[in-house]
C-alpha cells in the first residue's frame, strides 16, 4: 500500500509540474482577464449612459453648448477611471481566508496569492504560480471531502493559515533588509525555500486524497463484479 500511495503522489507531482509550465496562460491569467473585460464592459456602459443622458438634456432643453460638452467629456474621464481601478469582485482579505467554506478555499487562497506577486522577489513568483496550480487541481478534489475529515482540517490548517502567514511575515520584513543574509540565507531566500516546501506539501496532501478515490474506485469495482458476475453465474 506504502509504495502504491508513493506512486500515485509522484504522478500527482509530474502532473502538476507539467501544469505549472502552462500557468503563465492557466486559470488565474483567464481569471485576471475576465476581470479586466468586466471593467472595460462597465465603462462602456456608463460612457453610453452619460452620452445617452447628455443627448436627451439636449433633446429637452436645447443643445448643451460647449461648456455641456466639456462637463459630459469630464464625467465620462471620472467615470472610466473609477470603474477601472474599481474590482468586478470583492477584495479576498488575509483575515477572511481561515473563515472561507473549504470547497471554495484553494481558489480564495489563489486569488489572495494572485494579489501578493507585485510585492514578493522574482525568484518567488514562479513558486507562487506553481502553488496555484496545484490549488486548482485541489479543488475538484475537496468537493467530495468531508469538512469534519481529518485531511480537511490538515488543509485548511496549510492553505488558509500557515501559507499565507507565511508569505504576510516575509511581507512584514523592511524592503531593505530582505535581500541581507542573515544565519546563512537572505530572507527572499528563506521565502523561497518556504514556498517549495509548502508547495510539497499540497503535493502530497493531493496524492493522499488521490489514493483514497482509487481504494474507493477499486472497492466499488470488486462490488460490482461480485454482484453481476455472481448474478450471471447464478443464471
Not at 438634456?57 to 455641456?68: D, R, S
Not at 462637463?71 to 468586478?88: D, E, K, S
Not at 508547495?199 to 463484479?225: F, H, K, V
Request: no cysteine.
Amino acid at each position: 500500500m506504502s509504495s502504491s500511495t508513493d506512486e500515485v503522489i509522484a504522478k500527482a507531482r509530474e502532473a502538476l509540474d507539467r501544469t505549472s509550465m502552462n500557468y503563465a496562460v492557466g486559470p488565474r491569467r483567464q481569471q485576471r482577464e475576465s476581470d479586466v473585460g468586466k471593467r472595460l464592459t462597465r465603462v462602456a456602459i456608463a460612457d453610453l449612459a452619460i452620452i445617452g443622458v447628455a443627448f436627451t438634456i439636449g433633446l429637452v432643453f436645447g443643445p448643451i453648448g460647449i461648456m455641456g460638452f466639456f462637463l459630459m467629456i469630464v464625467a465620462m474621464l471620472v467615470a472610466t477611471a473609477v470603474l477601472l481601478a474599481t474590482p468586478t469582485s470583492r477584495r479576498v482579505t488575509y483575515e477572511k481566508l481561515r473563515q472561507t467554506d473549504l470547497k471554495a478555499l484553494p481558489s480564495q487562497t489563489g486569488r489572495w496569492l494572485d494579489a501578493q506577486r507585485p510585492m514578493l522577489p522574482a525568484p518567488a513568483i514562479s513558486v507562487v504560480d506553481a502553488i496555484g496550480v496545484k490549488l486548482n487541481a485541489l479543488s475538484p478534489q475537496l468537493a467530495t471531502l468531508d469538512d469534519d475529515a481529518p485531511a480537511a482540517a490538515e488543509i485548511r490548517k496549510l492553505v488558509g493559515e500557515q501559507l499565507p502567514e507565511f508569505i504576510k511575515g516575509y511581507e512584514r520584513v523592511p524592503s531593505a533588509l530582505r535581500g541581507v543574509e542573515r544565519n546563512g540565507k537572505t530572507p527572499d531566500q528563506q521565502l523561497v525555500d518556504g514556498l517549495k516546501v509548502i508547495g510539497g506539501q499540497i503535493d502530497e496532501m493531493a496524492g493522499q486524497l488521490a489514493q483514497g478515490d482509487l481504494d474507493a474506485l477499486s472497492t466499488r469495482g470488486r462490488y460490482l463484479e461480485i454482484k453481476y458476475q455472481g448474478d450471471t453465474a447464478g443464471v
